[in-house]
Structure formats: structure tokens, C-alpha cells
């Protein structure tokens, strides 16, 4: 892959955040070797295909069409291990054993290592008991619903399963090709990085909306561009100069390093994407103290890079938006760095959109304390002697 160098970086602790990277080639071939230009970087296909080998990528997966989880999975490089945490409805239709079965025939031809759990199987949540990391289940002791709560089970199995960096893509995607690209961009980021604690966020070049006019190439959702926002604000609030840096905020493709992952306090469900970056802020900011010192002396990474592919997914409809926008600004309300100022325009933004009363806060949501110390042999061992969900296929 040929790209960009970052252009710009915001410094904040010992936080580097880079401007968005503009992809030039998807493929700059086997072995190139180095740029003539300094403001351009070569990635070769060897050092891309070495790095996924020690990559897992998590598709979180609520009830999606087969058809669309079948062409992601076709788009996810050989060398990845696949894993699938589905929080699909299992009745009246038990559509994870749908998924299960696609992704077993699948992989009978592929011939490929993936793993499959369901979100709510009670072995996964007796494993997540006993290895003492409640911060995921319901007062019914299950597993919460949520997004995050989905991620953060892939990220404990990408653990489990040795893994150095760990990606996540949506299952709703309608371009296979685009699914291998953002593979390629993790990997390419990973290999810019000049640090073991890196976060590689993909920038979509265009979200098309398709209507009878034809299809119309936006640049920006509905969510993230009020969300990136937001998180620029803050950024603002504290160094005291207004910035565009932050273009990801939403991103649900993105990976991170697992020296990285297990270090973050993360948020519930739809929040989990923009909190990454609040905690980020909060914990290595340099604002409030931390207990992760070999991060903060090794230096943190932040990397947005633009696709080249559109990125075509499922319309989830107004009621997915609005939750969307109340949990992505609830986390940024509830920040202990979110400046007094910033709450007042957060609330009056919701107000004025309809989505909160007069006199009322955004909702709280739970926050999910890091899993660095969490015996993973000892979840791992659990998890495959109670779930009944769970396939490990290859
Ligand atoms: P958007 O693309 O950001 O508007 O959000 P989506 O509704 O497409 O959700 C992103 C991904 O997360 C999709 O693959 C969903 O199927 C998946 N997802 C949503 N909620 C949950 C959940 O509770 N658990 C799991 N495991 N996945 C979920
Ligand atoms: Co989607």
C-alpha cells in the first residue's frame, strides 16, 4: 500500500493524533522497498501479509443479513483469524445457528481459522465471572446487549488466542472489497507506527446515500460529523486552539494494538467508538494521572487513514440514528475532562434535536474497565468447557 505520511499531528500528553492519510495505491507490489519521497510511505505486501498473521479481526453481528455476512467474510485476508461475537435473536428463528452454519460452510472451502461465540451464551458469562470481570453482564448475569459489550468478548478471545493487534469490522458491510482494504489500511498503519500502543481509525473517502435521484456521494454520516465535532472540542477546551484533527470519531472500523486494548476503559454499546478517544485523552492526556506508565513514557499513536473504497452499508433507520447521537454525546457529556461550557452546548444540541427534555442529562453509560489482568487462560478454559455456542473452526 502507498500512503500519505501524516500531514499533521496534534500532541496532547503523550498522545500523537495524526490528520487523516490519503491512500495512493492499494497494492505497491511485492517488494519495493523505500519511497523516494519522504512524504510518502511504500508498504510492502510481504511486511502487510506478516502483520495480519498476528492480527484477529472481531465482526460484531446483531441480526444482519446472511448474504452481507458472507461477502465480509470473503473480503477478511487468509492470514487474520475471523471472530464473529453475534448478539443475534436466536427465536422464533435461531438465526446464530444460521450464522454458524454459513460461517462452518464457509470455511470448509477456505480453509481458514475462525472462531464464532454467541453474545449471551451463560458459558461466556460464567467465564467472564470467575475470572472476575462483571463489568459486562446484565442484573440477570448474562451478557449486556450492546455493541461494545460484543467487542470487548472478540478482544478477550483475540487475547486468548495470542493475537498482537485486533480489528474490528462491521458485518453490515455490502463491499467485500472494501472489507479487504480496510484490513490493509490496520496493517499499513501498524507498520507506520512507531510505537507498541497504536490505534489505526479508517476515514471513509465517501458514505454514498442512495435515492431516486440516483446515488449521491456525501462525505459525512449523520452521527459523525456532529460526534467528530464534539470530540474536537474538547480537544480544543484543553490545548487552547481549535482543531479539525479528529475525523473518525464514529468509525467502526478501526483496530488497535492489544498492548493498547487492554489498557483503555471502555463504554457501552454505540458509545464504544467515541469514548476510545475521550479515554484516550483522559488517561494519557496528561490532564488526570495513570496507572499505565510504560504507555505513557512509550508514547501513544493515533492514525486516521482515508479508504479509497466508498463505504456502502445497511440504513438502520432514524430510531438507530438517535440512539446513536444520544450515546456518542452522553459519553462526551459525562467525561470528567469535558469542560462545563461543552456540557451546556451538548445539551442545548440534543435539545434542539429533540432528543433530550428540558432539565435533563444524556444518559450515563457503563463503563467497561480495562482487561489487561484478566487470567485469559483461565477464561479460555471456562469458555470451553461451559458454552455451548462456541466453534472454533479451521
Ligand atoms: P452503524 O453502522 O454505526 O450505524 O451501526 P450498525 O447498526 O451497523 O452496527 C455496527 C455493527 O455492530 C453491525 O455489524 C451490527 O450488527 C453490530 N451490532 C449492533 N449491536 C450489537 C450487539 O448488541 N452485539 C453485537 N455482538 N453486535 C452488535
Ligand atoms: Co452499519
Redesign the pocket.
Known amino acids: 500500500m502507498k500512503l500519505d505520511v501524516p500531514r499533521f499531528t496534534e500532541r496532547f500528553g503523550t498522545i500523537s493524533m495524526h490528520g487523516v492519510q490519503r491512500v495512493y495505491e492499494l497494492d505497491s507490489g511485492y517488494k519495493t522497498g523505500k519511497s523516494k519521497s519522504e512524504a510518502i510511505r511504500t508498504i510492502d505486501n510481504e511486511v502487510i501479509s506478516e502483520i495480519e498473521g498476528k492480527m484477529a479481526i472481531v465482526?460484531?453481528?446483531?441480526?444482519?443479513r446472511l448474504k452481507l455476512l458472507e461477502g465480509v467474510l470473503s473480503g477478511i485476508p487468509h492470514d487474520c483469524l475471523t471472530i464473529i461475537?453475534?448478539?443475534s435473536p436466536r427465536q422464533p428463528i435461531d438465526r446464530y445457528k444460521l450464522e454458524r452454519e454459513a460461517i462452518e460452510q464457509f470455511n470448509r472451502f477456505a480453509e481458514k481459522n475462525s472462531i464464532i461465540v454467541h453474545?449471551r451464551d451463560p458459558g461466556v458469562s460464567e467465564a467472564l465471572r470467575e475470572v472476575g470481570y462483571a463489568d459486562l453482564l446484565s442484573n440477570d448475569g448474562t451478557v449486556r446487549?450492546?455493541?461494545a459489550?460484543?467487542m470487548i468478548i472478540g478482544m478477550l478471545l483475540s487475547k486468548m488466542s495470542g493475537k498482537d493487534y485486533v480489528g474490528f469490522i462491521?458485518?453490515?458491510n455490502y463491499v467485500p472489497g472494501a472489507v479487504n482494504e480496510y484490513v490493509k489500511i490496520f496493517a499499513s498503519g501498524i507498520a507506520m507506527s512507531t510505537t507498541p500502543y497504536t490505534m489505526v481509525r479508517v476515514s471513509w473517502i465517501y458514505k454514498p446515500k442512495v435515492s431516486d435521484n440516483g446515488v449521491y456521494f456525501s462525505k459525512w454520516g449523520r452521527v459523525s460529523e456532529i460526534t467528530n465535532q464534539y470530540l474536537n472540542s474538547v480537544i480544543s477546551y484543553y490545548t487552547g486552539f481549535e482543531t479539525e484533527v479528529m475525523r473518525t470519531g464514529?468509525s467502526?472500523e478501526h483496530c488497535l494494538s492489544m498492548k493498547l486494548a487492554e489498557s483503555l476503559t471502555y463504554s457501552s454499546g454505540?458509545s464504544v467508538e467515541p469514548y476510545e478517544i475521550i479515554n484516550l485523552l483522559e488517561e494519557f492526556g496528561g490532564i488526570i494521572p495513570t496507572e499505565h506508565q510504560d504507555a505513557m513514557d512509550k508514547g501513544i499513536e493515533v492514525m486516521q487513514i482515508e479508504t479509497r473504497n466508498p463505504h456502502f452499508?445497511?440504513e438502520?433507520g432514524d430510531a438507530?440514528v438517535r440512539q446513536?447521537f444520544l450515546e456518542a454525546l452522553g459519553c462526551i457529556f459525562h467525561s470528567k475532562i469535558c469542560h462545563p461550557e461543552l456540557r451546556e452546548k451538548i445539551t442545548s444540541e440534543l435539545q434542539t434535536r429533540g432528543l433530550l427534555d428540558a432539565e435533563k442529562e444524556p444518559p450515563q453509560l457503563q463503563r467497561i474497565r480495562p482487561f489487561k489482568d484478566i487470567d485469559v487462560a483461565l477464561f479460555s478454559k471456562i469458555l470451553h468447557e461451559k458454552s455451548t455456542s462456541y466453534l472454533y473452526c479451521e
Open positions: 465482526i460484531p453481528i446483531k441480526g444482519e461475537v453475534s448478539n453474545q446487549n450492546g455493541k459489550e460484543g462491521d458485518a453490515d464514529n467502526g454505540f452499508h445497511e438502520k438507530h446513536m
